[in-house]
């Protein structure tokens, strides 16, 4: 039923989500405090940890000048793909599931990112 995300960098602005994602979206609409928002500067996260909720979304910025990045997560229960993310764009993730995650690049791999998503 899940379509398999392989990080790619072919697609600019293109990711997927999966049926149940799609499906988690509508628990944490009206909720607060989101977007959180984490900088993509120097091959780093910033901030590296971020606990948020159920439902609430990340606006991943690529502040880093001149540089490409391709944030990108793979789990059991979630999982997306940003693409090639320009210098300047931003990227917003929901995260649907609850479940602590470490979201990647695809180009630099010293980046990480711990998300912890509370029920
Ligand atoms: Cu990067």
């Known amino acids: 039923m899940r379509a398999r995300l392989i ?7 293109g990711f997927q989500m999966t049926a149940a994602i799609v499906g988690g979206l509508l628990a ?14 120097d091959r780093e996260f910033r901030p590296q940890e971020i606990v ?13 000048g001149e540089l490409l990045h391709h ?14 993310q320009q210098p300047g764009s931003q990227f917003d993730v929901v995260f649907s599931v609850a479940g602590d995650y470490t979201v990647l690049c695809g180009i630099h791999p010293k980046m990480k990112l711990g998300v912890h998503v509370k029920k």
């Open 7 to 13: 990080p790619s960098r072919t697609g600019k602005f």
């Open 28 to 41: 944490g609409a009206a909720l607060g405090a989101s977007p959180y928002v984490i900088s993509q500067k």
């Open 52 to 64: 948020i909720k159920r439902g609430e979304t990340i606006r991943f910025i690529n502040d880093d």
């Open 71 to 84: 944030t990108y997560l793979s789990s059991d229960t979630f999982e997306f793909d940003s693409g090639d």
